[in-house]
């Protein structure tokens, strides 16, 4: 079900008090990853640190699975649209690649500390940020919170057949590889009475890397 919550303020999908995290996969076309070697360029003010984030594209190249996850997503749109009564929700925008549907999620690296005063700020997992480049740039009115922590891992199929998941370094993904996209479904009030629903990543799985 969709629930309102006010820190921070959004329309979340809830199965009890959890989350309810998806997952599709596709091929790897976009990203913007961590780690950063030094201070990007024009991190001068605090709506630009806002800004910062970990972003993902994939796409399914045409293939009937990926349409598949296509659907099901408008299904979720749906859901929202009934659910925010005299509210507009945007419609998703997703900038096709090469022709082909995509989905794009992201997650920033920090939220305002007013907007989640009840959330503690989180190290960083390893290899997001090993130079500390984030940890020097973060102003003390945000945090790194629940909401800005996203996993990377890789797959591999263990010596029983199944398949077992390892933390990695997000450095390693490249465009081209099969991936796992994990991501929650966030409606997030914006001007106008309207709304508009963040695919917000929450992990990124490494299926395979060699058709790349």
Same mark, same amino acid.
């Given at each position: 079900?969709?629930?309102?919550?006010?820190?921070?303020?959004?329309?979340?999908?809830?199965?009890?008090?959890?989350?309810?995290?998806?997952?599709?996969?596709?091929?790897?076309?976009?990203?913007?990853?961590?780690?950063?070697?030094?201070?990007?360029?024009?991190?001068?003010?605090?709506?630009?640190?806002?800004?910062?984030?970990?972003?993902?594209?994939?796409?399914?190249?045409?293939?009937?699975?990926?349409?598949?996850?296509?659907?099901?997503?408008?299904?979720?749109?749906?859901?929202?649209?009934?659910?925010?009564?005299?509210?507009?929700?945007?419609?998703?925008?997703?900038?096709?690649?090469?022709?082909?549907?995509?989905?794009?999620?992201?997650?920033?690296?920090?939220?305002?500390?007013?907007?989640?005063?009840?959330?503690?700020? $989180?190290? &960083?997992?390893?290899?997001?940020?090993?130079?500390?480049?984030?940890?020097?740039?973060?102003?003390?009115?945000?945090?790194?919170?629940?909401?800005?922590?996203?996993?990377?891992?890789?797959?591999?199929?263990?010596?029983?057949?199944?398949?077992?998941?390892?933390?990695?370094?997000?450095?390693? &993904?490249?465009?081209?590889?099969?991936?796992?996209?994990?991501?929650?479904?966030?409606?997030?009030?914006?001007?106008?009475?309207?709304?508009?629903?963040?695919?917000? $990543?929450?992990?990124?799985?490494?299926?395979?890397?060699?058709?790349?």
């Amino acid at each position: 079900k969709l629930v309102e919550f006010k820190y921070p303020p959004s329309t979340r999908m809830m199965d009890g008090e959890t989350e309810v995290v998806l997952k599709m996969r596709g091929v790897l076309c976009g990203k913007l990853l961590p780690p950063f070697n030094e201070i990007p360029a024009g991190m001068n003010t605090l709506s630009r640190i806002r800004s910062l984030r970990q972003h993902v594209k994939i796409t399914g190249l045409g293939s009937d699975e990926f349409e598949g996850y296509q659907t099901k997503l408008q299904d979720v749109h749906e859901r929202f649209v009934e659910h925010a009564a005299d509210r507009t929700v945007q419609p998703f925008d997703f900038i096709p690649y090469e022709g082909h549907p995509t989905l794009d999620s992201h997650s920033r690296y920090f939220t305002d500390r007013n907007m989640v005063p009840y959330e503690k700020n $989180l190290p &960083f997992l390893p290899g997001v940020d090993p130079r500390r480049v984030l940890r020097k740039l973060q102003p003390e009115e945000f945090i790194h919170g629940p909401d800005n922590v996203v996993e990377y891992c890789v797959r591999a199929i263990g010596s029983k057949g199944l398949p077992c998941y390892t933390p990695c370094d997000p450095s390693m &993904f490249r465009v081209g590889d099969i991936v796992e996209v994990a991501f929650s479904c966030v409606g997030i009030p914006i001007k106008g009475q309207c709304m508009r629903v963040l695919l917000q $990543l929450r992990g990124l799985t490494l299926i395979d890397n060699t058709i790349r």
